[in-house]
């Protein structure tokens, strides 16, 4: 029933724009979502592919507008640590370097 | 170690500007100079009782607006204070716009804009500028004999 709610209902689909930084410790990802908050994100991460999804509170010819967009992550990311949030129709993933793909400085004697 | 789709980005430069201003009354023949995608660009919304205008806007906060109405004329200055530490950034992909927004419009009715209410929410600009009620201008019905 909820599936078929889902299907009937039309969105314009648009790809945010994003900001990657990269630092020692993780990533970060920016996402411009206007309109969008807390309450209508959504990211899941299943296959090393992330997805995020924002309904927002705009709408083009009609149709409220759904930003959505994928992110193919390598196997040095802690999946587990990943984090959300949203500020004035930004979402934020930090996405933390796993043990393993951290810089490891090996003191010379 | 990641993969992101890089769009295509034009420079805003003066033969952009000029495009723009353009195609603005053509704006079925090229939705991308006059900013008419979908979540982009200002948008004027004439109502019974009110004049409602959004812009998105992102990453910003309330302060970073001027908003001036003046007769009918709307002014709206958006700025991004730029972030000095941006140069040490490493950037994997960089698409998120770094513009400031400036437009003035003329709006097609009559307004009472000492009124104008305007908030800032998930990175939308809502101004909502009540209209002008034609009696209390003073107008008034001649009769003609």
């Given at each position: 029933m909820n599936e078929e709610m889902k299907k009937n209902?039309?969105?314009?689909?648009?790809?945010?724009?994003?900001?990657?930084?990269?630092?020692?410790?993780?990533?970060?990802?920016?996402?411009?979502?206007?309109?969008?908050?807390?309450?209508?994100?959504?990211?899941?991460?299943?296959?090393?592919?992330?997805?995020?999804?924002?309904?927002?509170?705009?709408?083009?010819?009609?149709?409220?507008?759904?930003?959505?967009?994928?992110?193919?992550?390598?196997?040095?990311?802690?999946?587990?640590?990943?984090?959300?949030?949203?500020?004035?129709?930004?979402?934020?993933?930090?996405?933390?370097?796993?043990?393993?793909?951290?810089?490891?400085?090996?003191?010379?004697? | 170690?990641?993969?992101?789709?890089?769009?295509?980005?034009?420079?805003?430069?003066?033969?952009?500007?000029?495009?723009?201003?353009?195609?603005?009354?053509?704006?079925?023949?090229?939705?991308?100079?006059?900013?008419?995608?979908?979540?982009?660009?200002?948008?004027?919304?004439?109502?019974?009782?009110?004049?409602?205008?959004?812009?998105?806007?992102?990453?910003?906060?309330?302060?970073?607006?001027?908003?001036?109405?003046?007769?009918?004329?709307?002014?709206?200055?958006?700025?991004?204070?730029?972030?000095?530490?941006?140069?040490?950034?490493?950037?994997?992909?960089?698409?998120?716009?770094?513009?400031?927004?400036?437009?003035?419009?003329?709006?097609?009715?009559?307004?009472?804009?000492?009124?104008?209410?305007?908030?800032?929410?998930?990175?939308?600009?809502?101004?909502?500028?009540?209209?002008?009620?034609?009696?209390?201008?003073?107008?008034?019905?001649?009769?003609?004999?």
């Amino acid at each position: 029933m909820n599936e078929e709610m889902k299907k009937n209902e039309q969105y314009m689909e648009v790809l945010p724009a994003a900001d990657i930084i990269d630092s020692e410790k993780n990533a970060v990802i920016s996402l411009e979502v206007p309109g969008a908050n807390a309450q209508t994100v959504t990211v899941e991460v299943k296959d090393q592919v992330l997805t995020m999804e924002a309904r927002s509170s705009l709408t083009y010819h009609g149709m409220p507008l759904l930003y959505k967009r994928s992110f193919q992550l390598s196997d040095a990311v802690d999946v587990e640590n990943i984090s959300a949030k949203t500020q004035d129709g930004i979402l934020t993933l930090t996405l933390p370097k796993s043990e393993r793909a951290k810089v490891h400085r090996i003191q010379v004697q | 170690m990641y993969y992101a789709q890089t769009r295509h980005h034009h420079n805003v430069d003066s033969f952009h500007d000029l495009m723009k201003a353009f195609f603005r009354s053509y704006p079925e023949w090229n939705a991308m100079w006059a900013d008419e995608g979908p979540g982009k660009g200002l948008k004027i919304k004439v109502r019974e009782k009110d004049v409602r205008v959004t812009l998105p806007f992102p990453g910003v906060s309330a302060k970073d607006f001027d908003v001036e109405v003046m007769g009918d004329t709307l002014s709206i200055r958006a700025n991004r204070t730029q972030d000095s530490s941006d140069e040490n950034k490493q950037y994997l992909c960089r698409e998120r716009s770094t513009e400031s927004f400036q437009e003035s419009v003329r709006l097609p009715v009559r307004v009472n804009g000492s009124a104008t209410s305007a908030k800032y929410v998930d990175g939308v600009l809502t101004l909502l500028i009540p209209r002008e009620d034609p009696e209390a201008n003073g107008s008034k019905q001649i009769k003609v004999d």
